[in-house]
């Protein structure tokens, strides 16, 4: 899924240009009032930065007083409580149900299948279908036909709406239609990503089984399950041979953006990779996608760290500066904790409680203040003896 990059720093160019922000649209971890960054956020921000700086090592009442007293300055500076609120407009949980996602965690190892693993709010038939079929690309992008698809049959499901079983039905045919040799090509370059097309992935590739398994598991028609197994190879297969799998020694990671060079190893793009596969698995009790999905467990719970900044994540292995904004987090946190249901990991379910915490309370907030604090006001080296 493509991410929008959220700097820090851009926060605060957003909030300072957008002085009204509607404090109604977000969670605020901090009570918002007439002094938001209050006092003890600013002794909070002061305490983190002189951590940093001292690299763990005490410091003394005096250095905790001057620094809080700069921080507080340096606050008011960048635009004070409208940049807080600017801040929460990009990094809050989401409230607005079009940013929301839900995971199912009942009946994951059914050999029927119901629910697609993560889903809008099963309001209505309308914020689940609509939300899911109105994207800017919806004609060239595979992956927001998958979600499209999957919307509908949700939406079938919750409600019992016809129209959304045929709208789902009618995709599913589309996918099994316009897949070649087992692949969904993408018709068009990612530079950023170095995907030059045409080109495949892990997550339309996924995503294109759990609709072909659910129309099978319907229609009864072979070719929906054999289609849906030539895609799953393509998924085992390596990059140098057309396929998106990189093994390591701890295990598969599954890519997004199979590049052989560069492998960026997007944390979302995997657990999207393993929905498609443990759909496979459930449905047919192959053996070879049950090997396939517990080696990318393997590898996910040796390396979920790589993503983990002690209280947020970041979109990929090759950066971990820009961390993904508040909606972006929240699905991932519901990501985890489908995949703590079906394998047990303990990892994935502290981590997921790690970072839902983070969009509750301040700790993300006070540790990205201090970054930003500390490139403002960078050390100045002592002169050079003579």
């Not at 018709?187 to 995907?195: K, L, M, S, T």
Request: glycine share 6%; charged share 25%; net charge neutral.
């Amino acid at each position: 899924m493509r991410k929008t990059l959220v700097s820090f720093k851009g926060c605060i160019a957003v909030a300072i240009l957008a002085m009204t922000v509607s404090s109604g649209s977000v969670a605020s971890p901090i009570p918002l009032g007439a002094e938001v960054l209050n006092d003890k956020i600013a002794v909070d921000i002061a305490r983190v930065t002189l951590l940093k700086e001292k690299s763990g090592k005490k410091f003394s009442a005096e250095e905790l007083d001057d620094r809080s007293a700069q921080v507080k300055s340096w606050l008011a500076s960048v635009g004070g409580n409208v940049w807080y609120k600017g801040y929460l407009e990009k990094f809050g949980y989401p409230t607005r149900v079009e940013e929301m996602k839900t995971s199912t965690l009942i009946g994951l190892k059914d050999k029927t299948l119901g629910n697609y693993y993560i889903h809008s709010p099963l309001i209505s038939t309308a914020s689940v279908t609509t939300m899911n079929c109105n994207g800017p690309n919806f004609a060239t992008s595979v992956t927001q036909k998958a979600f499209c698809a999957l919307g509908n049959w949700d939406s079938a499901r919750a409600f019992n709406d016809s129209e959304a079983l045929v709208k789902f039905r009618e995709l599913a045919k589309l996918f099994l239609d316009t897949q070649k040799d087992g692949k969904w090509e993408w018709g068009f370059d990612v530079p950023a990503r170095n995907q030059k097309a045409p080109w495949i992935s892990g997550l339309s590739q996924s995503l294109g089984i759990s609709i072909l398994l659910r129309e099978y598991q319907l229609s009864a028609d072979p070719a929906y399950l054999e289609a849906a197994r030539k895609a799953l190879l393509w998924m085992e297969k390596p990059i140098s041979d057309g396929g998106i799998a990189v093994r390591k020694s701890n295990g598969v990671w599954y890519e997004e953006y199979p590049d052989a060079n560069d492998p960026s190893h997007v944390l979302n793009g995997h657990m999207w990779a393993l929905f498609g596969i443990w759909d496979f698995y459930r449905v047919t009790g192959d053996e070879g996608a049950k090997k396939m999905f517990d080696e990318g467990i393997s590898i996910m719970k040796y390396e979920i760290d790589r993503y983990d900044v002690g209280y947020w994540s970041v979109y990929a292995q090759t950066n971990r500066t820009d961390m993904v904004n508040g909606a972006y987090q929240q699905f991932i946190i519901e990501q985890l904790r489908v995949l703590y249901a079906i394998s047990g990991v303990q990892e994935f379910e502290e981590i997921a409680d790690r970072w839902s915490l983070s969009m509750t309370k301040d700790s993300m907030f006070v540790q990205n203040a201090a970054a930003e604090f500390m490139k403002a006001n960078p050390l100045k080296k002592a002169p050079a003896s003579p």
